[in-house]
């Protein structure tokens, strides 16, 4: 239930603050005074788009907070908990906490850019969506349009039967077997062609597969082939460096001990030769571990030419694959493992045998979830249909009929197996027609109103907002529909924005908007909601019966009628 709702800078509201309370509330005032800011303000912190549009004239951004009571939502608490948004009082997540609030919080600044928040912590406009759906169920003044359109007659039957996840499946299991379709006749339209496809791409997926290559060999051969190739020229280059360090007649090594050996026997004499060693030593220690490393070189260094031909018989094979494919050397293993990916998905086409059988499966599977929808909304449309046909007849509709109509298709598509048409006759004799061609403006705001009040009966959400679904009916019927709404009100928390006063007259609350100038602040417009007492609520039913003037014989008239709709509800 909706508790707390706050709203700051928007549109034309400055600073507003309501605290909500169960039962039927009307919302009342002139037109003009901005009743719909209630609305626009709880669809925005529910999750509707905003734009700059949104903030107050003048100010920085504007902020709306609504605050929920959801004990009687486990389902909700539960999605809260699981995405982090517990409550203060929930923090242990066992969801016994003290506080069993929920609070949605929006902020727009200026450029239309928002920010939203539950329970204190930053979330996405979808989660606020997701919440907000399972908190508030708002209808336009417009809904009853939309039962012009196939698809929502479809969507509220549905809903009506409880089924939109089943609706959902369905259309999930259609897709999927037209999928397949498609790949079915895909193939054998080219069956010839994918044959021969696979032909190619098996041959060359063959082909590099035998060569056995990687990227790592190919590193490793042109570093062997380097140096089998050009061994003699290396052992040569050794020889000639151990001849010239150690083992000529004037070799390095031999000169250099001989001058540390001559200096350190005169070192003695001069101490100044000390610094001249110790500079000597360290090199002479560094050439003979030179020579040390430069024989065992040349002991490795091999003279194969066997291995030098296996090599160059090798890097010729890689070579010769790679022209054929017109590609690199190295980038012969990434072109393997293309080819194994395009057999892989052309594989995915499968035969005609597997398709065909993949397709019948999932025909099969799509029909078993259709029938079960079938079967739901048959049973869902002889109710609604009653339950309409009884509210209508009480609505200035007697002898009137509503009826479902579920007209198999041949094929079935992504809907179902039916399609979902509402018929209505208005008059007693008259045969059933579609709704949107016999019914005139203000039968069908009545049998609009009379299938949104009865499908809400049905619906989980704790608070129902009616915006002036109540538009093109009065007298009789508007006292009747104020009765339907009160009653729903004794179940739910229900609101409902009016401007009949046989409706206002059967709240159990009533809310007045008006808008005025404050000239402290250069005369801007401000909207604010007042909260009226039993002489006030008689004053404003007899300003919506009597218009500017308003006697004493009015007042009289809203009194009885205040009187009049809580004895009927009593």
């Not at 406009?125 to 336009?140: H, Y």
């Not at 979830?369 to 079938?374: D, E, F, G, I």
């Not at 009289?556 to 009593?570: D, I, P, R, S, Y």
């Amino acid at each position: 239930m909706l508790k707390f709702l706050s709203i700051r800078d928007f549109v034309i509201v400055d600073r507003m603050d309501l605290e909500f309370v169960p039962g039927f509330t009307v919302l009342t005032g002139e037109t003009g005074a901005g009743k719909s800011i209630l609305i626009d303000a709880l669809s925005l912190v529910l999750g509707e788009r905003s734009d700059a549009g949104d903030v107050r004239a003048g100010c920085e951004r504007a902020e709306i907070s609504a605050e929920f009571h959801i004990s009687e939502l486990p389902e909700l608490a539960e999605w809260l908990r699981e995405n982090g948004f517990e409550s203060d009082g929930d923090r242990d997540g066992d969801g016994e906490g003290d506080d069993e609030g929920c609070l949605l919080r929006r902020l727009i600044d200026v450029t239309g850019r928002s920010r939203s928040f539950i329970n204190g912590r930053p979330a996405t406009l979808q989660q606020l969506r997701i919440a907000g759906e399972q908190l508030v169920e708002i209808q336009g003044q417009h809904a009853h349009q939309l039962l012009m359109r196939a698809e929502a007659q479809r969507d509220l039957l549905d809903a009506f039967a409880g089924s939109r996840e089943l609706t959902q499946r369905v259309t999930e299991a259609f897709r999927h077997w037209q999928g397949l379709r498609q790949r079915r006749l895909a193939w054998e339209q080219n069956a010839a062609t994918f044959a021969q496809q696979r032909e190619q791409l098996e041959w060359q997926a063959n082909e590099l597969a035998a060569l056995n290559f990687s990227f790592d060999e190919w590193q490793a051969l042109q570093s062997e082939h380097g140096r089998l190739a050009n061994a003699a020229s290396l052992l040569e280059a050794a020889n000639a460096g151990l001849e010239a360090l150690s083992e000529g007649e004037l070799a390095c090594l031999a000169q250099l001990n001989a001058v540390i050996s001559r200096l350190g026997q005169l070192v003695s004499c001069d101490s100044n030769l000390r610094i001249v060693l110790d500079l000597l030593e360290p090199a002479q220690i560094q050439l003979q571990e030179g020579v040390y490393e430069l024989g065992r070189y040349q002991q490795r260094v091999d003279l194969d030419p066997q291995r030098l031909q296996e090599i160059e018989d090798r890097l010729a094979a890689v070579h010769a694959a790679a022209r054929k494919y017109r590609v690199t050397p190295n980038e012969l293993p990434e072109l393997l493992k293309t080819v194994t990916e395009q057999l892989a998905e052309l594989g995915l086409h499968g035969d005609g045998a597997s398709l065909a059988n993949e397709e019948e499966n999932a025909r099969g599977k799509y029909f078993e979830l259709a029938n079960s929808l079938s079967k739901a909304r048959g049973s869902a449309a002889g109710t609604l249909s009653q339950q309409v046909t009884a509210a209508m007849q009480t609505m200035a509709m007697a002898g009137g009929e509503f009826s479902v109509a579920l007209t198999p298709l041949e094929q079935g598509n992504a809907h179902g197996l039916e399609q979902v048409e509402f018929q209505v006759s208005a008059h007693q004799g008259m045969p059933l027609r579609p709704l949107a061609k016999v019914a005139s403006g203000g039968e069908l705001s009545r049998i609009g109103l009379a299938i949104h009040v009865i499908a809400s009966k049905l619906s989980a959400t704790p608070t129902l907002l009616f915006d002036e679904v109540d538009a093109g009916i009065g007298g009789r019927v508007a006292e009747i529909v104020g009765r339907l709404l009160k009653k729903l009100g004794g179940q739910r928390q229900v609101m409902c924005i009016t401007h009949l006063p046989q409706v206002a007259a059967a709240g159990d609350h009533q809310w007045q908007v008006a808008k005025s100038a404050d000239p402290v602040k250069g005369g801007r417009v401000s909207s604010r909601i007042k909260v009226l007492d039993k002489q006030e609520r008689v004053e404003e039913i007899a300003r919506m019966l009597g218009g500017e003037k308003i006697t004493e014989t009015t007042r009289k008239h809203a009194a009885e009628m205040l009187v009049a709709a809580g004895k009927a509800t009593a």
